[in-house]
């Protein structure tokens, strides 16, 4: 069946450091895929998303890349800030582009140091 | 507009009691999906419904699980009787439609003892 893998962490950083959150997938066929975050206390926010290959999905300083070829979406940012310390999850979905059923990586916390 | 709300945010119960979960979606989102993530696990899809019709309940683990939706506005999902096994934080997710993003709330913690 289709799966997520991701780095578990947590991830601790410095402030302005740059980041990356590796994320590979396992699906047939051409599935959407998704970055979600879950700041502390709150629910799961879409921060980015793509939905075929060499798409580019960015917001808010985060950018991640659709790369069939090595089935993988890693989350990117230049500079973290403390604000940015949450839990982010990876995802992806079959259904045509929507979020029907989505599948879920384990999730890697981030902790930003000031 | 008000997001997706969950009661409760907390819910400690004894191995053997029942549980009632409550979902309230955003106002005209039709969609309504749960979720559970397990400790350290990943988060799994339960059940989606379409209005008050289940579309998808693959997820379900089994039938200590109940989750309703009459008159396609709020959602429960109830656990009976609860195991260990069912602690984790359930999340309620709702869309306009499928293809939009989902709006999730911010969860349940459950914990049972």
């Known amino acids: 069946g289709d799966s997520v893998t991701q780095m578990e962490g947590p991830v601790t950083l410095s402030e302005e450091a740059f980041l990356t959150i590796n994320c590979t997938y396992t699906?047939?066929?051409?599935?959407?895929l998704f970055w979600y975050v879950q700041y502390p206390g709150e629910g799961l926010q879409l921060l980015l998303k793509a939905t075929k290959a060499d798409d580019k999905g960015s917001n808010k300083g985060f950018e991640a890349t659709y790369r069939k070829e090595t089935t993988s979406f890693h989350l990117e940012k230049g500079s973290v800030q403390v604000s940015d310390s949450a839990v982010y999850f990876c995802?992806?979905?079959?259904?045509?582009?929507?979020?029907?059923?989505?599948?879920f990586g384990k999730g890697t916390h981030l902790i930003i140091q000031p | 507009e008000a997001g997706v709300t969950q009661f409760p945010s907390h819910s400690v119960i004894e191995k053997g009691q029942t549980v009632t979960l409550r979902c309230d979606p955003i106002?005209?989102?039709?969609?309504l999906y749960w979720y559970r993530r397990v400790m350290g696990k990943e988060i799994k899809f339960l059940l989606h419904?379409?209005?008050?019709?289940?579309?998808?309940e693959s997820g379900m683990p089994n039938n200590r699980f109940l989750a309703e939706r009459t008159g396609g506005t709020y959602s429960t999902l109830k656990v009976q009787p609860a195991e260990l096994e069912d602690s984790g934080v359930y999340f309620c997710?709702?869309?306009?439609?499928?293809?939009?993003?989902?709006?999730f709330g911010n969860g349940t913690r459950l914990t049972v003892t």
């Open positions: 997710a709702s869309s306009q439609v499928v293809v939009s993003p989902l709006h």
């Open positions: 699906a047939t066929g051409y599935p959407s």
């Open positions: 419904f379409v209005k008050e019709s289940k579309q998808d």
């Open positions: 995802a992806l979905s079959k259904a045509g582009g929507g979020a029907d059923g989505l599948t």
């Open positions: 106002s005209g989102h039709d969609n």
